[in-house]
Structure formats: structure tokens, C-alpha cells
């Protein structure tokens, strides 16, 4: 079995060294001028009227994945292959009439992309749901924006980088427990500068009902806030909001941040994600975290805790029940100057007193070797993950994946 381990870790590194060689080459085959009022750039395809009245801007990305999931940590062979296309995007924004009035969109269209399974969970909810982000958005001064529509809470820091600008293959175990994900909403940003330092303000009142569009509400709603702190300036081209220093910052960066979330009558298990409930609760999270990059080091760690009104009685005995606990991740990397970065990740879900005799407690391990050919826009990422997981009866299951993903888009 271990040969055949190292049969596949043979070809998949080949297959990394022949994707750049390959990938570098068709590069020259397109660069090709385009027409006039068009220009190809790294943020996508862009037109602007040649009144000025519009513009927009269009991208996509693709992720192709495929996985191996072990038995268990002493029986190599495999449980489960995953192999699929993970998402596929595509994305639109611009603005009309003048640059103060903006709008993004974005659409899904694989099939775990769209929360394809909520029609099996959830009678808020029942149909898959191509549309992750609407948003128009007003900026009446420089510092300050106003959005409504549907898009991203100002929640935890690897909720709020997309899952395009991410290091490994996908989000940690406390982003999927504990993020707020999607909503609709009234969105509120604002910067200041003091001195060297950056200042972000972030709120937003929300439905707390998750980003499908509900047509029936109760009367409760969602508040969040996040307040980021930049101490030695802004990140090199955003660098705050993508994993890795790609940059290779020659100055140390940091950001510090904090949030907190109240979702007043929730009827979902995870407020914006999940099941339904049997009937609505009150949804508490609390989170911060820090992010620092310096010469190819990045160092990320992030906290949340989750609390409910839910009582114990339900907790123990409902089919549905609201994950209450808190979560830490940690990530360490290195990105050389040839564009190839090596990653790890340490993860901790933990569930509190009402939930303990119901929900998972689990600590996930990653290793992650990813070659960036055109930054985030295109990338050839091998991950090792090695999972803990103990039920409430104290059983253990613990196990191995290996996932190699390219991700391909402009």
C-alpha cells in the first residue's frame, strides 16, 4: 500500500512540473490586441462605453479537484474519492452613470456550489441557487461605501477572502462550523488613516436568513460588525485579502481584527447556512483574528466562539441543533521567489456544554505544496490532511486525504 502511496505522489509531481511548462507556454499563444474600448488585464475583461456611462468587467475561475480519503489512520486504502468541479464562477462588476455607483454579481454554476443539497434540509429554502452576490454600492465619499444586496457578511477573515485567494484547497473546518457566509442586506464600510495606520469599519443589518432569496421572513434580524486595524500601513496590491505573501512584503505587515454577530430569531442551524430549526433561536459568534506577512512568511490565526438561547433539552434530543462552541485555525507558509509556496494548517472545533453529547469535537492537520503560475488566477495546489474526530462516546476516527486541485481563470 505505501508503494502505491508513493506511485501517486510521483505522478502528481510530474504532473505539477509538466502543468507549468505547459501552462507558460499557451500564455504566449494569446496575447493578441483587442478590439478598441476592450483591454484583457490581470483583474479580467473590461469595457467601458465610450460615453463613460458604464463599465463592466468580467472574470471566471474554475476548481477541478480530485481526492482520497483513507479508512483510517492505520488502513491506507481508500474510503471515498472525491472528483468533481468544486466551483465554477462567473463574476461581473463596473459601474453606471459615474464611478460613485458600482455593482458586483456573482454566479455559481457547479452543483456544490449552489447549496444543491438545502432542497433536501431546509423548507426556507428549496431550490439550488446559482446567485452568490448582488450588490450595488454607493460611495459618497472616498472613505466611506454603502452596499445593498445580497453578499458576504463582514464576518471571520477567511469568510471574507474569497475562496479564489485561498492557500490550500479549500476553507478550514471552523470556517464551515462557524462562518456567517452570504446575506441580504444593507452594507456600510469606512477607512481612516492615522498616521501610518489604516482603520476598517464594517457593518451590516441583514435577514439572517442566508443568501436564497427568502420569501417568507419572521421579525428578526441580523447585526454584524468588523473592525480591522492596519498598524504599519495598507498590504502590497490588497494583500490582506489573500492567503500567502505572494507579494513577498519587504516591510512587515500586520492586521488585527475582531467581529462580533447577533442573529435575533435564527431558523437556521448555522443562522445563514443549515437546517432548519424547530423553532427560532437567538445566534451569538464572536471573532478575531491576526494576519502577518514579511519577506514570503504569512502567519494567519483566527478565533470564534459560538453561543444560543437553544436549551439543553433540545440540544440533546432535536435532530436539528445549532452547533454552539468555538473553533481556532492556524496557518504558517512560505512562498519562495519562483512563485512555489509550502503551507501548514492546524484546526480546532470544540463543542460546548449543551452540545457535547451530540456534536463532533475535531482537530485537522494540513500540509499544503501549491505552485502559483499567474498568482491566484491560476495554481496547481497538493494537499495532505490528516483528520481527529472524536464522537460524544469518545470514539475516534481518524483518517487521511490527499487532494490535488488546479484552479485556472483571469
Known sequence: ???????????????????TNAFSSVKKIYEKPLPKNKTLNKNGISYIASDSAFSVNFRFR??????????????????EWEMRVRRLRLRFDGFMLSPKLSYYIQLSFSRGDMDWSDADNSKINVAPNPVRDAMIFYKPHLNFTL???????????????SSGELQFADRSIVNSTFTLDRDF????????????????????????KGRQNVVANNQGLCYTGRAEILPFGTFTNKGDYFEGDLEREKNIKVSLAGGYSYNEAAVRTGGQLGRDLPKPFNIKALSADILIKYRG???????????SNQNEI?????????????????????????????????????????VKLKALYQDD?????????????????FNIIYTEKKDPSAIFTNNYMAMFQIELGI
Request: glycine fraction near 8%; aromatic fraction near 14%.
Open 365 to 381: 492537520f494540513w500540509f499544503g505544496i501549491t505552485k502559483y503560475l499567474n498568482n491566484h488566477r491560476t495554481k496547481l495546489q
Open 314 to 354: 433540545l440540544a440533546l434530543y432535536a435532530g436539528n441543533y445549532i452547533y454552539t462552541g468555538f473553533g481556532h485555525n492556524h496557518q504558517l507558509s512560505y512562498c519562495f521567489k519562483s512563485k512555489w509556496e509550502l503551507a501548514a494548517r492546524y484546526s480546532n472545533i470544540t463543542p460546548n456544554s449543551k
Open 1 to 19: 500500500m505505501l508503494n502505491s502511496i508513493k506511485y501517486y505522489l510521483l505522478i502528481i509531481t510530474l504532473c505539477l512540473l509538466n502543468a
Open 147 to 161: 452596499g445593498f444586496g445580497q453578499g458576504k457578511l463582514p464576518g471571520n477573515r477567511q469568510r471574507v477572502v
Open 185 to 208: 442586506g444593507l452594507f456600510g464600510t469606512y477607512s481612516k488613516d492615522i498616521g501610518k495606520a489604516v482603520i476598517l469599519l464594517k457593518g451590516a443589518i441583514s435577514s439572517g
Open 297 to 307: 512568511w504569512a502567519l494567519s490565526s483566527e478565533y470564534i466562539k459560538r453561543e
Open 62 to 79: 474554475v476548481q477541478s479537484r480530485a481526492a482520497m480519503t483513507t479508512v483510517s489512520d492505520k488502513d491506507f486504502s481508500s474510503k
